[in-house]
């Protein structure tokens, strides 16, 4: 099924790539390092790859959109590293995303996505942090943040949504000890200033069962923007509340932009954990951009601070 999968989306990165249609790509090179209290060690990750985007189009109407986001990556004395890594010093290739949305089925059925998809759960889901600092909550809420495996999904006027079944894996694309993730989300525009949405997830990873409901609003005025996810669950079969906010500013040259967090997670007769993260980017071209991130463990009382510079072009 694995070889099957990625046969068939090879066949359709072959056509794309020779298809008239509206092909984007772009390399992306950065190096990020990270400076972590604990270990008073600098550690770094530095990706080099490329993301390529296409709308595929018969005679009559587009088919689906292809996506290709791939990165050879090396992290060096990386602790903690993503899990996907086998130790802190590594070399891999990641596959960011790599799937094929059929949007050929008519406006009435669902779209049909295959591949290595991003898990439709929570605000995460509905902002782009692919490659930067400023992330969300993917990584505590489901283990991993894109997925292989299949969704449905469809875009309404008033409604959109995306519920997906998949292996488990990660990167890897076998299903170990019957792993799945079943996530789910369904909300309101995500180009409207105000929208929301509920998510639903059920999984095992590992053995490892997470269940969880979680509600997220954004809300953005002027230059400003304002995140909020709240969720309740279970993890490893005990309860699990989690919640999280963020405030933001974009300048009106939009050169800059600053962000405050804080995320508070509790489960049952385990562990309390409170993290305040304070981040900026700037661009200091097009195609060239600093961010600068600083995470505060409140309960652990450490400290880590993170810089990255990127270049996209």
Not at 21 to 29: G, Q, T
Not at 84 to 101: A, C, G, M, P, Q
Not at 102 to 115: A, C, E, F, M
Not at 214 to 237: C, N, R, T
């Amino acid at each position: 099924m694995n070889k099957f999968l990625i046969a068939v989306l090879s066949i359709i990165f072959s056509h794309s790539i020779h298809a008239e249609s509206n092909a984007r790509l772009k390399f992306d090179i950065s190096t990020r390092l990270s400076l972590n209290q604990t270990n008073d060690e600098i550690g770094s990750m530095t990706p080099l790859g490329f993301d390529y985007h296409n709308t595929i189009a018969d005679t009559h109407s587009d088919v689906g959109t292809f996506v290709l986001q791939l990165y050879a990556t090396k992290i060096n004395n990386l602790s903690p590293h993503p899990p996907f890594f086998d130790e802190e010093n590594d070399f891999k290739l990641v596959t960011r995303i790599f799937n094929f949305n059929y949007t050929g089925l008519g406006r009435s059925l669902p779209n049909v996505k295959v591949g290595h998809i991003e898990l439709p759960y929570g605000i995460e889901y509905r902002v782009n942090t692919n490659g930067t600092l400023r992330q969300y909550s993917h990584g505590m809420n489901l283990g991993p943040k894109a997925d292989w495996g299949i969704s449905l999904n469809k875009q309404h006027e008033n409604l959109e949504y995306e519920f997906s079944l998949t292996t488990g894996g990660g990167q890897d694309f076998t299903n170990q000890n019957n792993s799945y993730v079943f996530t789910g989300y369904i909300g309101t525009p995500s180009h409207h200033n105000f929208h929301y949405g509920v998510s639903v997830n059920k999984s095992e990873i590992n053995r490892f069962e997470r269940e969880s409901l979680a509600f997220d609003a954004a809300y953005y005025y002027q230059l400003w923007s304002m995140f909020l996810e709240i969720q309740v669950g279970s993890k490893g079969g005990l309860d699990h509340h989690q919640a999280f906010a963020e405030l933001n500013y974009t300048t009106s040259s939009h050169d800059w932009l600053f962000y405050l967090q804080t995320r508070y997670t509790e489960t049952e007769n385990t562990t309390t954990r409170k993290d305040l993260i304070v981040g900026g980017k700037y661009r200091l071209t097009t195609d060239l951009s600093g961010s600068v991130q600083v995470i505060e463990f409140i309960e652990q009382n450490t400290t880590q601070v993170l810089a990255q510079l990127r270049y996209r072009f």
